[in-house]
């Protein structure tokens, strides 16, 4: 075997890679390093007053049992999110990808959620669940099923579980047509020569070979359930009724920005990113093995 | 080529800013002034015009008035800017917000200071009692300068008053009327007679200033940041309870935090509500049946009610530029001016009428009833009575609140009342769970803002 070329120099490469280490180093290295800064200190609002306080801000989060509280509805809400988003995602694109007329409308249709923004579908759903003014919440009301996301915690749960997962379908949508449409369709017609129906034909051929584009979905999907989702959980319910939907990322909100408190926030931030680095190196380490590429 | 260009036009720029510079202050060019706030479209149009009269009539300072979201996201926008050195000259802060600026003492500049160092005269002895006590410090010394100040009383549709066969003019003035008349609301057909906005404000914090009872200890706060929570008294206990029990009975119908319920009267779902004075221009527009305004419902076996109520909305602070950053003189003075012309008796009495906020002062309270204003304009005059209430001498308890974090503790309240309305605990828990959290925030702010 040919050894690769080997460029001179270490300017050349360096130079190569410089935006992209300065888009790392600004955009991601600098605001964490001031993150776990923050999260040492305590101090007053308006930075006035500040003094270390060492791992004190950690302590306290840990112990917290709102804290507590959020980490649970995180592990609901992202687990919810990412298995509905995904499961409706493969149903739609292995309907999609069927010979079936319009076709090609249908995949273009159920593309354009991913460009609505996540305060704009909160508000669409908001448009169908409130009891006062949405249409599916009056007629539930009017079905006498009290139906009132604002006081009862179950429900508002379901509601911006159900609201993230639409938001991500689009996206699963893609990547599983494209995964779809690369398996090869002689294995299929081989099987169908085999007899395989067509249920059987999707579990021992289908998924296993999808299994690449499910593992980067489920790590996406997580993620995105993890920090993205704040827009939709702040548009419609702002973490309540009694915090039944504040999530991690929302907590680091309200603590940070809404009551001021710095430290806590950039320590719950630190957590969050020690927590998310984690899932994702134990993602890759462990479930990647079982995946056939 | 393109960067000898680029180059000259730089230099050029520089050139003529430097020389618009020396003419602007050769000619006295205003001193420009930041105000930020907190006000949406119209009353945010109607403070801004309030800025450009001003401008209008003096040619020393000019006011820039820019919205920067509601009250919290503008909190969070000057403390920032003032963290980056680049803080507003006067910022809009709600009326909770009040602690949390006075403890911060290198960013802000107390009004009374503010009027002494500039030489610029505003009576305050006139203001109205309960506008003043809030903005105070505990001698009477005037930390910011109140603005737009609202209170809380109840609205109801006499139309559904009449279908209940109650009394459309006569609103019940205690709770267990309330309670009776709400039950015959329900016999009438009305599923939800009775809600709330503001869950906090009104249940526990006006409540506690028309009853006379403490809130926190230290005469709610104002004696110093060591102030701890009171509200797990027997009457609060009492009155949480009954709106818990009520929620059951299907008399009350919570309608959400803030100001999230405020379209429930007058879209017909509820017959009463309890909300900010400031919601009359809603019903106003929105509402399609016969209204009125009351004062809000006492216990009438509590020894010292009705007292006054207390206020919210916001008033002005004057800010330092920034950590190590100071302000010019004529800052400091334009700043006292305009604080000034806000004062003056008639763009008070505009503001009032326009907007439906308290007027500023007792005379200004007068001069607007000598025009009729309130004959025509019939409820209007209920916030303005009811602040006045009990002879409007303020006590302890209905002074007003001082409590750091109390955005924070204010949310703690409204989320321990929604796990009640939901089954999950009853009234003492609720006050238990409420003030052993609002305690931790207050122990947190003692310790962040230590001298």
Known sequence: MRKGIIFKGKLLPLILMLPQLAITGIFFFWPAGQAIWSSLLREDAFGLNRDFVGLENFAEVLADPTWREAAQNTAVFALSVAVLALSAALL????????????????????????????????????????????????????????????????????????SAWKQVSYNFIFFLAGLQSIPRAVLEAASIDGARPVRRFWTIIFPLLSPTSFFLLTVNLVYAFFDTFGVIHALTQGGPAKATETLIYKVYVDGVENLNL??????????????????????RFIERKVHY | MLRRTLARSAAALTTAALVANRRAVAQGAPVELQFWHGLTQPLGGMLEQIAADFNNSQQRYRINATYRGGYAETM???????????????????????????????????????????????????????????????????????????????????????KGGLDPEAFPKTWQAVAEAARKLKAAGIAAPMT????????????SAIHDIPLASKGNGFGGLDAELTINNPLMVRHMQNLIDWHKEGLFRYGGRDNAADGLLPSGECAFTFAS???RARILKEAKFEWGTAMLPYYDDAPNAPLNSIIGGASLWAMNKGPGAGRSEAEWKGVAEFFAWLAKPEVAAKWHTDTGYLPLTRSGYEQVKATGFYKQNVGADVPIEQMLRGGGVLTENSRGIRLGGFPEIRNIIQEEMERAFQGQQDARTLLENATRRGNVVLRNFERANRA
């Open chain 2, 76 to 162: 969070v926008a000057a403390i920032a800017a003032f963290r980056a050195s680049n803080a507003p000259n006067i910022v809009q802060m709600f009326e909770v917000g009040t602690a949390t600026m006075m403890a911060a003492t290198r960013a802000t500049k107390p009004v009374w200071e503010l009027l002494q160092q500039t030489g610029v005269n505003i009576n305050f002895d006139d203001v109205l009692p309960g506008i003043r006590g809030y903005y105070s410090l505990p001698d009477g010394r005037m930390a910011s300068m109140p603005f737009n100040s609202s209170t809380a009383v109840a609205f109801y549709n006499k139309d559904m008053f009449r």
């Open chain 2, 196 to 207: 709330t906005s503001w869950p906090t404000w009104l249940m526990v914090e006006q409540f």
């Open chain 1, 92 to 163: 739609l694109a292995v309907q999609a990808d069927k010979a079936i007329r319009g076709s090609g409308l249908y995949k273009t249709l159920l593309i354009w959620p991913y460009a609505v923004a996540p305060a704009i579908a909160a508000v669409l759903w908001l448009f169908l669940f409130h009891p006062q003014i949405g249409l599916i919440g009056r007629a539930l009301n009017a079905a006498q099923i009290a139906w009132d996301y604002r006081l009862n915690g179950g429900q508002a749960m379901l509601l911006v579980i159900i609201a």
């Open chain 1, 263 to 284: 430290g806590a926030s950039a320590a719950q931030s630190v957590i969050l990113m020690i927590i998310v680095i984690a899932m994702t190196a134990v993602q890759f």
């Open chain 2, 277 to 279: 004075s400031g919601t």
